[in-house]
Nanobody, 115 residues
Framework: QVQPVQSGGGLVQPGGSLRLSCAAS????????MAWYRQAPGKQRELVAH???????TYTDFVKDRFTISRDNAKNTVYLQMNSLKPEDTAVYYC?????????WGQGTQVTVSS
């Protein structure tokens, strides 16, 4: 079974930075669109950033100019660089590999932004 494996995350002060990684084996990684989602307590899971198989990126408004999604197909890994973090960015972050109707979720990683 394919399960992307996430790493990174943790506790950071407001204004700080973190980088999340998500390594997906067992699939032809370069064929898949990759995305990061997040879910805060009591809220629905929401899309944060998306990168297509050919490297086109999109971001939701609340992370534009602060977060950067990137991929390294040689390492089967997608990254989320998060800068200028705010307390409202606190959530569990999930990566997802998607292609047509097939999708695989990472296990989730906690990001807490607090002083």
């Amino acid at each position: 079974q394919v399960q992307p494996v996430q790493s990174g995350g943790g506790l950071v002060q407001p204004g700080g930075s973190l980088r999340l990684s998500c390594a997906a084996s067992g699939i032809i990684f370069s064929f898949y669109n990759m995305a990061w989602y997040r879910q805060a307590p009591g809220k629905q899971r929401e899309l944060v950033a998306h990168i297509t198989s050919d490297g086109t990126t999109t971001y939701t408004d609340f992370v534009k100019d602060r977060f950067t999604i990137s991929r390294d197909n040689a390492k089967n890994t997608v990254y989320l660089q998060m800068n200028s973090l705010k307390p409202e960015d606190t959530a569990v972050y999930y990566c997802r590999a998607g292609r047509f109707s097939t999708g695989y979720w990472g296990q989730g990683t906690q990001v807490t932004v607090s002083s």
